[in-house]
């Protein structure tokens, strides 16, 4: 039988998204809880700190599948994107630009680092309530200047992220992007936390 992706829809203000993945992410409090390892989770969790051409060619083709399962929903992107990582002035990490970089090829569309971290954020993990996270990443991204006619290109584009814990940093990489113009985000993440 054929997984279906997850999919999570979320709204910030005004804003509505909704976020797919191909399946759950169950993170290490939630391992250590119930004494199961998820393999599918530790890869992802494996894959965070330290680049390895193995953990890109792992998740491209899940991500590639994934959407080819959604496609006929959502827009068609012209570029993908990715989240820089949370401290200012940060890139994202290898693993992530790795599969962006390869889905887009796959996607003939193009991948641009277009996302800057304006100021460290703690991770959603470290802080406590929704109040607290969207305080934490409120006015935390910026379209990088020598993007945004590029950018402008397009009305629709896609993001990628590792996990999806909150989404509340996907939320406000979609605001800076509709800020600019763009009509349509499609975020995509390998996993969305449990």
Not at 100 to 124: F, G, M, N, P
Not at 161 to 190: H, N, P, Q, R, Y
Request: net charge positive; charged share 30%; glycine share 4%.
């Amino acid at each position: 039988m054929e997984s279906q992706p997850i999919y999570y829809p979320q709204f910030y203000g005004d804003l509505k998204q909704v976020v797919f993945a191909p399946q759950l992410y169950i993170n290490t409090k939630q391992t250590r809880e119930t004494g199961k390892k998820d393999p599918y989770s530790q890869k992802i969790y494996f894959s965070k700190p330290k680049w390895k051409e193995n953990h890109t060619n792992y998740f491209v083709p899940k991500m590639i599948d994934l959407f080819e399962k959604i496609k006929s929903n959502v827009p068609k992107p012209k570029f993908i994107l990715t989240l820089p990582s949370h401290e200012k002035d940060s890139k994202c990490s290898q693993t992530m630009v790795g599969v962006a970089q390869k889905l887009a090829t796959h996607l003939k569309i193009e991948y641009v680092d277009a996302l800057d971290r304006c100021k460290t954020i703690k991770k959603s993990t470290d802080t406590e309530t929704v109040e607290e996270r969207l305080k934490n990443v409120k006015d935390s991204l910026k379209v990088n200047n020598k993007f945004v006619e590029k950018l402008k290109q397009s009305d629709n584009v896609l993001i990628l992220d590792d996990v999806k814990t909150t989404g509340i940093s996907m939320m406000e990489a979609t605001k800076v992007l509709k800020e600019i113009g763009i009509k349509s985000v499609t975020c995509l993440a390998f996993g969305i936390n449990a």
